[in-house]
């Protein structure tokens, strides 16, 4: 157990959103189609904000909030994977433009567990190199979606979204257990943004579709309604009597379907599981932070309470984090 305490959390999202019925101009499908299968009804899609702007955003929101100055930060992190450019970080842009001079600032790149992969990160930062830290999760992922191919462009949508982290031991905030898991071995199963060699001496002849999501969809099913409740498990079992209870869990909204089965597995009740995939589809490693700072700002999730939240995605991988909120 560390005494680590989320401060403040906000999210960003574009204003366009798309219904699936929008999509029935690109695709043969039909909003019952894509409810019955996958629980969202639509997403939010970029007409021209890139996943910095959107982090920028995020970002803003959280000092104001806080009443903290950007100076006041000791690190900046991103978890994307659909940065604007592979250098410089989108973390480096959004520490120049809120102007956090103090502050050293990188990208994490873990998919749809991004975000937890990073309260890991940031927690070992805040007990070695200062008292504050700020964590974003940010995708543009319509960038990568072949908006024609029904298979995977029903499901994401664009979005961001952070927290404001402290090094201050108290008795109500905690984060007391994590496990984190990589199963390369499986990752062809999830790809997108493929970089080919295309220098003038190079003889790759790889398709240019590959830029564009590619997924094995019955594989990537059965690894979550696998992996994470064991993932869950594990990190339960190391907070051991830490944890009397545990009041909501907070997993990536990839589907609803997913979320569904993982609560059976657990043999918990589904109003444990918050959702708003519905409204969002799958945002990737902005998926968790968005849902949780909807539920912190409805006064759903309060202080004191203990909460699960379980990322999972590309890599294969897949992150739990247990915290007293």
């Not at 401060?7 to 699936?20: D, F, G």
Request: charged share 15%.
């Amino acid at each position: 157990m560390t005494g680590i305490q989320i401060v403040q959390s906000a999210s960003a999202v574009p204003a366009r959103t798309v219904v699936n019925d929008e999509l029935n101009a690109y695709m043969e499908t039909s909003d019952d189609w894509i409810t019955t299968r996958t629980g969202i009804k639509q997403r939010h899609v970029s007409t021209g904000q890139t996943t910095s702007d959107l982090c920028t955003s995020v970002a803003r929101k959280l000092l104001q909030q806080a009443g903290w100055q950007a100076a006041d930060l000791d690190f900046i992190i991103v978890a994307t994977m659909s940065p604007d450019y592979l250098t410089p970080a989108t973390a480096a842009i959004v520490q120049g433009r809120i102007g956090a001079k103090k502050a050293f600032a990188f990208d994490l790149s873990a998919a749809c567990s991004g975000f937890i992969y990073g309260l890991k990160v940031a927690e070992g930062l805040l007990q070695v190199t200062g008292s504050r830290g700020m964590l974003i999760g940010g995708e543009v992922l319509s960038k990568l979606v072949d908006w024609h191919e029904r298979s995977t462009a029903v499901l994401f949508g664009d979005g961001a979204a952070g927290v404001l982290l402290k090094n201050e031991p108290s008795q109500i905030s905690a984060f007391l257990a994590t496990d984190l898991q990589t199963f390369g071995e499986l990752s062809d199963r999830l790809t997108a943004g493929y970089q080919p060699v295309n220098s003038v001496f190079a003889t790759d002849t790889t398709a240019a579709h590959q830029k564009y999501f590619e997924m094995d969809g019955r594989a990537v099913y059965k690894f979550a309604t696998h992996e994470v409740p064991a993932s869950i498990e594990r990190a339960l079992q190391k907070a051991g009597p830490l944890v009397q209870g545990i009041d909501y869990f907070i997993l990536h909204q990839a589907n609803q379907r997913i979320i569904d089965q993982i609560a059976k597995r657990l043999n918990q009740p589904s109003d444990k599981f918050l959702s708003n995939v519905a409204a969002y589809g799958n945002t990737s490693a902005a998926s968790v932070p968005i849902l949780l700072a909807e539920a912190i700002q409805a006064g759903v999730i309060k202080r004191g309470q203990t909460i699960v939240l379980s990322g999972f995605g590309g890599g294969l991988t897949v992150g739990t984090q247990v915290i007293k909120y």
